[in-house]
Nanobody, 124 residues
């Protein structure tokens, strides 16, 4: 059974940095895409980074481009999200997700497996 476990969340001041980690287990083979999503209270879950596993190509929305960097260590089955220049509007629960089948890495509903999430709070 595929399991994803996030860690690394916490509270920081605006302008600070955090690095989230996601440990993946239970795969046979590799996922097709892995992504980071976030959900703030009262808002829909949104993608903040996606990684196309076969090539490592990454995708980011404009809201985090240049500040967030996703990376993957295939040997360790780990996914990371380096978040710099954090803003109060980045406050949310951050989720790691994996898509096993081929297709777009940008469609939230196509991700098969989700972690439990880790809280990120950015104080102004």
């Amino acid at each position: 059974q595929v399991q994803l476990a996030e860690s690394g969340g916490g509270s920081v001041q605006a302008g600070g940095s955090l690095r989230l980690s996601c440990a993946a287990s239970g795969y046979t083979g590799s996922p097709y895409c892995m992504g980071w999503f976030r959900q703030a209270p009262g808002q829909e879950r949104e993608g903040v980074a996606a990684v196309y596993i076969p090539t490592g190509r990454t995708f980011y929305p404009d809201s985090v481009k240049g500040r967030f960097t996703a990376s993957r260590d295939n040997a360790k089955n780990m996914l990371y999200l380096q978040m710099n220049s954090l803003k109060p509007e980045d406050t949310a629960i951050y989720y790691c997700a994996a898509r096993l089948s081929s297709g777009s890495c940008l469609i939230k509903t196509e991700y098969d497996h989700w972690g439990q999430g880790t809280q990120v709070t950015v104080a102004s």
